[in-house]
């Protein structure tokens, strides 16, 4: 044999003679280790038996320590990039406020108030208009039939009474045409209004709604920018 062979072989001797030794016992449930060491000696069963719990607790401290400095340097590592990212994330919300008209929520409930006043007045404009027209119909159509005296009793005003007993006197029938005249482009003009009234509303939800889908979206947007920053944050 090489003295190294020599060397191993004496090693394993050594190691095995120990092992024989030794009888080491784990408590149920613990971390707690019993080690005995039986020798022809006392004193050398307790070197070894206390020299092999010292080797034990300074391994364990080893191992400890190494995957210590192994998190500490993956957590150096992962700070570092949380902050490139906390600043990418932050740079991301600042230029989306810049490049948007964003109203903050406050402002957004308005909106959506605003839009539900309109939608519930819409209602009432729509019927509006729909009487006024109705009521435009009925007096172009008595004027299209020459019946002045339907044309008295549609045009519903108190001064036809008066009207209709003396309608066969051509000056009442001129005075009454002028009158129902009067009447009947009242009820154009604000069948006109009414009309314009509901358009009007119309425009302005559309408009409102538009606002709203969009700034909501834009709303969703910027909080959805600020949750991942406050994420890496």
Do not use: C
Not at 177 to 198: G, M, N, P
Not at 199 to 213: C, D, F, K, R
Request: no cysteine; net charge negative.
């Amino acid at each position: 044999r090489t003295e190294e062979e020599q060397r191993d072989f004496e090693r394993t001797q050594v190691i095995g003679q120990l092992l024989k030794a030794l009888d080491i016992t784990n408590e149920k449930y613990s971390f707690v280790f019993h080690i005995e060491a039986t020798t022809t000696d006392a004193a050398t069963s307790a070197r070894i038996a206390n020299g092999l719990a010292e080797a034990y607790v300074e391994d364990q401290i080893a191992i400890k320590y190494e995957a210590t400095q192994q998190a500490t340097a993956w957590l150096t590592s992962r700070v570092a990039d949380l902050e490139q990212e906390l600043e990418e994330a932050e740079n991301k919300v600042k230029a989306y406020n810049a490049t948007t008209d964003l109203l903050d929520p406050a402002a957004l409930e308005i909106l959506n108030r605003q839009l539900k006043d309109r939608r519930d007045r819409i209602a009432d404009a729509r019927t509006a208009a729909r009487l006024a027209e109705e009521k435009q119909t009925r007096l172009e159509t008595a004027l299209a039939s020459g019946d002045r005296s339907e044309m008295a009793t549609i045009a519903q005003d108190t001064r036809r009474d008066q009207y209709s007993t003396r309608l066969n006197v051509p000056e009442i029938q001129t005075a009454f045409d002028q009158y129902f005249t009067r009447i009947l482009e009242r009820a154009r003009f604000e069948a006109r209004q009414s009309a314009t009234t509901v358009a009007t509303l119309v425009q302005s939800i559309a408009e409102l709604e538009g606002q709203v889908e969009q700034q909501s979206g834009e709303l969703l947007k910027l909080e959805q920018l600020e949750r991942e920053a406050a994420a890496s944050r």
